[in-house]
């Protein structure tokens, strides 16, 4: 069974400092990978896939894929304080999407 | 504007009572899932479906049935709720393309049970 973790918990930084968000999966082989935003009491917003090793960028969003390793990352450029929210990594295996349990972004103004 | 509709918005239930939440979609999607969502766990899937008439258990189907009439519809029934079945539950609906698969979340059911 997927297991999908991400690290840190919670991360406090500086509005446009770099926000770097990590997870590790434990299989190399699945489909595609997928970070999702979640504001305090609301759904869920996806912000960029990937599938292939190397990096995408959606916006201020760019997600950093390296299967060998099982890990994905997500890098937020220029955060602001409406960029506070809990994060979300998903990977997506055939039918299936596993969540990570989340880290939550706090940007200081 | 294609989009999943999860009925009610918030809900509140007595302990051994019967809960069914509703959900719509408009996607065209085969595919159709309910999650929960509690504090240090992420969202943790509890059915889905292939399409009408299926339903199959996910990782935590204890405590839970579900329906897909339609296309369209798939609910979660709660048979006899507990306390511990209190949470946020999101619909989805997707399609599985390897590479460009598509999910299109709704905007969560909150229940207590009481």
């Known amino acids: 069974q997927q297991k999908v973790q991400q690290s840190p918990e919670s991360l406090t930084v500086s509005e446009g400092a770099m926000a770097s968000l990590n997870c590790t999966f434990s299989?190399?082989?699945?489909?595609?990978f997928r970070w999702y935003r979640q504001h305090s009491g609301k759904g869920l917003e996806m912000l960029v896939s990937?599938?292939?090793?190397g990096e995408k960028e959606e916006g201020r969003f760019t997600a950093h894929l390296n299967r060998a390793s099982l890990h994905v990352s997500l890098h937020i450029r220029e955060p602001q304080p409406s960029d506070s929210a809990v994060y979300l990594c998903?990977?997506?295996?055939?039918?299936?999407?596993?969540f990570g349990t989340g880290t939550s972004l706090l940007v200081d103004p | 504007e294609a989009a999943v509709t999860q009925s009610p918005r918030n809900k509140v239930a007595v302990t051994g009572g019967k809960v069914t939440l509703s959900c719509n979609q408009t996607?065209?999607?085969?595919?159709m899932y309910w999650y929960r969502q509690d504090t240090g766990h992420g969202l943790r899937l509890i059915h889905y479906?292939?399409?009408?008439?299926?339903?199959e258990k996910g990782d935590i189907p204890d405590g839970y049935k579900a329906s897909r009439p339609s296309q369209e519809n798939f609910s979660l029934i709660l048979e006899l709720a507990t306390p511990s079945q209190t949470s946020v539950y999101f619909c989805?609906?997707?399609?599985?393309?390897?590479?460009?698969?598509?999910?299109?979340f709704g905007s969560g059911t909150r229940l207590l049970v009481i």
């Open positions: 989805a609906s997707g399609e599985t393309r390897g590479a460009n698969s598509d999910y299109t």
């Open positions: 299989d190399g082989t699945s489909d595609n």
């Open positions: 990937i599938f292939s090793d």
């Open positions: 998903a990977v997506n295996m055939g039918y299936k999407l596993t």
């Open positions: 996607n065209n999607h085969n595919n």
């Open positions: 479906s292939y399409g009408a008439g299926s339903t």
